[in-house]
């Protein structure tokens, strides 16, 4: 796909985003969330409640940040993990960067030049 071509499906998709909003109108009830956040510390275990009774917003804001933070970096880390051991022909079970006996080993190929 060009960029040319992403661009005009960007633009037309946010076309139709803002009139479906002039059409239907936005709720703000869908921003008030207090029910749900009553009804979570009314239900959440006896040793947390005390917790969730004080805690403000921004920290809870904060912490669900962080958190989603440390899963993306956790995922990023394993996945690079994966493709540095596929690249680097060190996949191997033992630690030693060998490959484990009887599996097939393929040369590297050296670039031209």
């Known amino acids: 796909m060009t960029t040319l071509t992403t661009l005009a499906i960007a633009v037309v998709g946010a076309i139709v985003l803002v009139v479906a909003d002039l059409l239907f109108g936005s709720n703000p009830d869908l921003l008030d969330t207090e029910g749900q956040e009553r009804w979570l510390a009314r239900h959440a275990p006896d040793a947390l409640q005390p917790m969730l009774r004080h805690i403000d917003r921004r920290v809870a ?5 962080a958190a989603s933070f440390a899963a993306v970096l956790s995922g990023a880390v394993a996945v690079g993990l994966v493709f540095d051991s ?3 022909n060190r996949a191997s079970l033992d630690g030693t960067g060998r490959p484990l006996s009887g599996a097939p080993t393929t040369p590297r190929r050296r670039p031209p030049g």
Do not use: E, K, P
Request: no cysteine; charged share 0%.
């Open 86 to 88: 596929i690249y680097g």
């Open 61 to 65: 804001g904060g912490i669900m940040v």
